[in-house]
Structure formats: C-alpha cells, structure tokens
C-alpha cells in the first residue's frame, strides 16, 4: 500500500512531462519573430587540462555563418598542467591564466574571467555572452540562429545538446539520450507553451544585463556543485523566462567508465539537493506569484516554471529513496520469515513498472530524433533497451546523495576530438535525409 501510495505521488508530481511529450508532438515549434538585429557576442569557455578537444571547439567558433567581427572567444584555462593555454593561443582565444587551487569549480573559474572582462573591455563591447565547456563543437549556423531567438527579446538561451560519441558504450548513450530527451521533450515543450525553460551544464547564452551588478560589472556568483541549475532556479524565481532554440545544435562528449558516471552523477544529485535547500524557500514562495521582474505577458508563467523547476531539483530524489528503503526493508523482513516469492515481487515490482516508463521515454525519443543521432542503426536500438538500465543506476546515486555529507568536484578527461570538416559533413549527410552510420569522433 505505501509503494502505491508513493507511486501515487510520484505520478501526480510528473504526469505534466507526459503531457510535454504530446505537446511536442501535437504542436510545432514557436515561429519568432522575423526582425534579427546583429549583436556582439562574447564566447567564454571554462577548461582544465582539455588540450586534447578544445581546439576543436574554437574551430567550429571562428567558422560560424555569423559575421566573425561579432564574436570574439575568451578562454580561462583553470589550473592547468598541460598545454591548454598554449592551444587556445594557437587556435585564436584570448586566454586568461588562473590557479587557485583552494577554490576549484566552474562558477569559480567563470567569477575570474568576468572579472578580466570587466577591467580589458568596456561595457558596450559584448551584448551577450556564450558559455561552453571545452569538450564542446558547435553547428556551422549555431550562433547566427541563438541570435534569432535573442533579437526576440529572450534575455538568456539555451539550445539542442547532443553527443560526440553517442555510439561508445551504453553509458554514453545513456547520457546522449537524456540529453536528447531533455532538449526536445521538456526545452522544447517549454518553449512551445511559453513557460520557462532551463540551463543544462554547457552551450546556453546570458545577455550580459542579467549578470551586471548596481556598477555595471558583470559576476557569475553560482557556485554549488550544479551551478547551472543553480543559475535557472535564480532566474526563475526573477520571474526571467529562460528560452529555447531548437535549431542551434552543438555536441559534447559523454563519459564511457561507469566510475567517471557515478562521481559526475553523485555531484549533480547532491547539487540538486544544495539548490533546493538554498532556493526551496523562494521557489515555494514564487508558486504563489511573489516574483519581482520579468514582463507581465511572461510573468503570468512564472508561477508554473517555479513549480516545473521545484520538482526538477527534488522530489525524485526524495521519493526514489524512500522507495528504495522501503522496499529494502520490507524484503528483508520478508526474506525472515521465508516469504521469498514476496521479497521478490516486492523489489521487482517497482523496478519493471519505472522501468517501463523509462524505456516509452527512450524509445519516442529515440524514434523521433533518430536522424540526429550518429551511430549505427544497432546501436540506436541496443542503447534505447539499455538507457532504462542507465537511469535506474540513479536510484542507489540518488540514496547515497542524501546521506554523503561531502561531494567534491573532478574533472573528467575528454579525448574526442571532433573535426569541424567531419561535423560539415554530417551535417550535410543529414541534409540530404541520409543520416551518418558512424559517430562524429
């Protein structure tokens, strides 16, 4: 009765990203406004000893559609031992050193660069922002379309996220294919409705007005261990509606060793847990209206994104652990008394039905972005089977998350170095309604 009970509620919190999906389906996406103004973008990256990729990402920059006067990139190569700074000289950055090693994480590196911004160039030099992770590459037409959606009168975007090297494992494709599903069936779906979307860790844009302070100088200030969620729940509780644009696609590169998933997985359900201990209270609040900017036409959603945003950081973590100690327990109290049948159906039960649903998820997902997904065709269908298995490795993170005091930062080695001539060409193959048979790398 407790596990239907707590069914129960976890269905209720999340059947509206079920009526996401038939959105997305049933609607297409928002047509814009057609008036485009040029604006002047700075593009900042954040790397730590990323040598072996980050040419590649300041390739793809400097080849966009978008006039190249418009852009200038800025790189700060944090605590670095390798040849970082050396090969963003080389591709054409402007690179800030730092190391401070008793500050360590992204928000702290990004503070640093602003801060540089601040004091070499003046106001009028950037209108917005651009920031990436070095394992990114961007589509030849990303920022020329993230400078459509802006010229709408968006004040931060975020765009389609997909994966270098999708095809590698099935925890590759695990990450892939949430990313996929996270771009096109909750972004997406967001955008088509006119709520607020989300930040999600790399390729989003900030015009630099949401960033300055009473002097006009522009600072990070999110510093948790997710301060990407960190900096959307900020930004909705300001009543800012984040928006979406579907049609600047970039690409990043998945980790493969499940020991590298668990630790980068541990952060983020712990941050998920730091972000709503420091913004519950105001997201709460903000559910009853009580948000001080954003225009009225936009403001009138707020309310919903401070609910969206509040069941995105929490709830499945709390409700997933309970499950789980629950049904622990009670098994091995069934186990004692030699009930094994009942043990069995007690710990199975929960995990088919969620797996079930996981599998609908990947499985529309996957049939709906099948174009865009490069690898092989067995491998789009091995890895739709094994993606319920990657989300229920959540569960044992998500329970260990709410008893580990201590979650620190590391970094994650990229190697996939993707050429942009090899993603010209994908993307023409696509073009063409004749999709890749290989991944990008």
Same mark, same amino acid.
């Given at each position: ?159 389609? $996220?997909?994966?270098?090297?999708? @095809?590698?494992?099935?925890?590759? &494709? /695990? #990450? !892939?294919?949430?990313?996929? =599903? ?82 980068? $997985?541990?952060?983020?359900?712990? @941050?998920?847990?730091?972000?709503? &201990? /420091? #913004? !519950?209270?105001?997201?709460? =609040? ?5 948000n001080k900017r954003g225009d009225e036409k936009r403001r009138k959603w707020s309310r919903f994104s401070c609910f969206d945003m509040s069941l995105t950081i929490m709830p499945a973590l709390i409700l997933s652990g309970m499950l789980f100690i629950f049904d622990f327990v009670a098994a091995l109290t069934l186990l004692c008394i030699g009930d094994y049948s009942g043990a069995l159906k007690l710990i199975l039960m929960p995990t088919v039905e969620a797996s079930v649903i996981v599998f609908i998820v990947g499985i529309i997902t996957t049939i709906t972005e099948w174009k865009k997904i490069h690898t092989s065709v067995p491998k789009k269908i091995l890895y739709a089977f094994t993606f319920p ?53």
């Open positions: 009765m407790l596990n239907v009970c707590l069914g129960a509620v976890f269905l209720i919190c999340y059947a509206y990203q079920l009526f996401y999906i038939a959105v997305v389906l049933a609607k297409k996406e928002r047509r814009l406004g057609e008036t485009v103004t040029p604006h002047k973008f700075a593009v900042i990256i954040s790397a730590r000893n990323e040598q072996a990729v980050i040419g590649g990402l300041i390739e793809s920059i400097k080849k966009q559609t978008y006039p190249s006067d418009l852009v200038k990139i800025f790189v700060v190569a944090d605590n670095c031992s390798d040849k970082t700074a050396e090969v963003s000289r080389a591709a054409g950055a402007i690179v800030y050193e730092r190391f401070d090693l008793s500050l360590i994480g992204k928000g702290y590196a990004l503070d640093f660069l602003l801060d540089r911004l601040n004091r070499d160039y003046p106001r009028d030099a950037f209108d917005a922002l651009f920031i990436f992770d070095a394992d990114n590459i961007l589509s030849p037409n990303y920022i020329e379309e993230m400078n459509k959606t802006y010229s709408s009168g968006y004040k931060i975007l975020t765009s389609y $996220r997909n994966s270098k090297n999708y @095809g590698d494992n099935w925890i590759s &494709a /695990g #990450y !892939g294919l949430w990313f996929l =599903r996270e771009a096109k069936y909750l972004n997406n779906a967001r955008m088509i409705l006119g709520t607020s979307c989300a930040v999600s860790g790399t390729g989003f844009m900030v015009d630099r007005s949401v960033l300055e302070d009473e002097n006009g100088d522009m600072k990070w200030g999110f510093h948790l261990l997710t301060e990407d969620i960190e900096f959307s729940n900020s930004s909705v509780i300001d009543g800012l509606c984040i928006g979406y644009c579907g049609g600047a696609e970039f690409f990043d590169e998945q980790p493969t060793k499940f020991s590298q998933s668990w630790h980068q $997985r541990m952060r983020w359900a712990k @941050g998920y847990l730091q972000v709503f &201990a /420091g #913004y !519950g209270k105001d997201l709460f =609040r903000g559910i009853f209206g009580n298995v990657f989300m229920m490795t959540y569960i044992p993170i998500a329970l260990v998350s709410l008893f580990k005091k201590r979650v620190e930062w590391k970094h994650i080695e990229h190697t996939k170095e993707c050429k942009y001539n090899d993603l010209v060409a994908c993307k023409e193959k696509q073009r063409r309604k004749n999709p890749g048979t290989g991944d990008l790398t």
